[in-house]
Nanobody
Framework: QLQLVESGGGLVQPGGSLRLSCTASRFTLAYYAYAIGWFRQAPGKEREGVSCISSSGGSTNYADSVKGRFTISRDNAKNTVYLQMSSLKPEDTAVYYC?????????????WGQGTQVTVSS
């Protein structure tokens, strides 16, 4: 089973930027076969899809709340999917997770990691 490890979170001021990384730690053939996405869960809220990228990197999808501010990409040579986040807002504060995703519906499936905390605050 594919295992994905998230990193790159932290505390940032509103308007700032962060880059999250999602690296496949095992069974990389599964990494290459699936779309992978980023999801987030804020305190007291359900987990929501943020962005997904196809296995080849040729197709992407974004939640309306992050369009124009976040960019997803993947480097298959490094088994890593990135989420570049810019113009961050306090409402982006959440634990961010990566997982396999359905790129059309922005829903995640498979195993979930520990996530990485992103806090946007002055």
């Amino acid at each position: 089973q594919l295992q994905l490890v998230e990193s790159g979170g932290g505390l940032v001021q509103p308007g700032g930027s962060l880059r999250l990384s999602c690296t496949a730690s095992r069974f990389t053939l599964a990494y290459y076969a699936y779309a992978i996405g980023w999801f987030r869960q804020a305190p007291g809220k359900e987990r929501e899809g943020v962005s997904c990228i196809s296995s080849s990197g040729g197709s992407t999808n974004y939640a309306d709340s992050v369009k124009g501010r976040f960019t997803i990409s993947r480097d298959n040579a490094k088994n890593t999917v990135y989420l570049q986040m810019s113009s961050l807002k306090p409402e982006d504060t959440a634990v961010y997770y990566c997982a396999h995703c359905n790129i059309a519906t922005m829903t995640g499936f498979g195993s979930w990691g520990q996530g990485t905390q992103v806090t946007v605050s002055s």
